[in-house]
């Protein structure tokens, strides 16, 4: 008899372990964390951003936002309203998302109206900027704006440069971050339509004066993706409105090419971390 309970047992618990898992739990309970974005009235990807929550590990929630599909996606914090400020993020080359989380958050709660641009990175920076000037503007007729911010980082850092001349007459601060400015060796070796000044450095359509373009530059010794090159490629004649040198360490670490973004969007809002 204990041989038939120790049988009936096994069997009791596999049936038990195959409902959980086709209910979509698992054995502990905890059902597995999935971002499955909705869709807004004019068709833009949509989730809230506490679906990263507090305790998610931040490589793992950066991989989550780059798994979104391409296009726009507008990060709410829970029922808050859309506000008087369109801001707009734009990744770097071959991003991983993690450098983003923290600043996202702060984002989103401290403005009512946070987007994440997702762009495939293998076109051209001047082909991304058309369509991410034309999404902009687009979402901005839709609301009741009154500025946009936008905050571009590494190659998108050179997206949103390109998208300011396409920006028109809107009132926008363009935030630069740790990007190539000049040119990066073999990034581009496929955008032929792409112009250069006599010094080799890329050239940018000329942008309205209602358009602030704000530089944040790494320090070239301390950033991972250029401190092997000769010369720093954050070093371009551009009319900015002004120019930040980030200092070399963050919270007593090297302050390097990702975790400028955390550095920027931070203080952006207010919350500053030490050196």
Known sequence: MSHLRTI???????????????CGGSASGVAETSVIPQRTV???????????????EIRAAG????????????????????????????????????????????LAHHYGSVFFYRYDWEQCPDQIAAHL?????????????????????????????????????????????????????KLLDECDNLSYDSGDKLKYPEWKNSVRLIQHRTAHAQDGAFRELASDPQDVDLPFFQTHELPPTMDGHRLGHNWSVTWVLDKHVGKPHRL
């Not at 009936?8 to 086709?22: F, K, M, P």
């Not at 004019?42 to 998610?56: K, R, W, Y």
């Open 133 to 185: 000037a034309s999404e902009i503007k687009r979402i901005e007729k839709s609301g009741r704006y009154n500025k946009v911010i936008i905050f571009g980082h590494s190659y998108g850092g050179m997206v949103v440069t390109y998208a300011a001349s396409g920006l028109g007459k809107l009132k926008a601060d363009i935030h630069v971050i740790a990007a190539p400015l000049s040119g990066f060796p």
């Open 42 to 56: 004019d068709g833009i990807a949509s989730f809230d951003i506490h679906v990263f929550g507090e305790g998610t």
């Open 63 to 106: 991989q989550h936002l780059m798994d979104q599909s391409l296009g726009v996606i507008e990060l709410r914090n829970g029922e808050q309203s859309n506000d008087s400020v369109l801001v707009m993020t734009v990744h770097g080359y071959d991003s991983r998302g993690y450098e983003w989380i923290t600043g996202l958050k702060n």
């Open 8 to 22: 009936y047992g096994i069997l009791i618990g596999s049936i038990i372990l195959i409902l959980l898992v086709a």
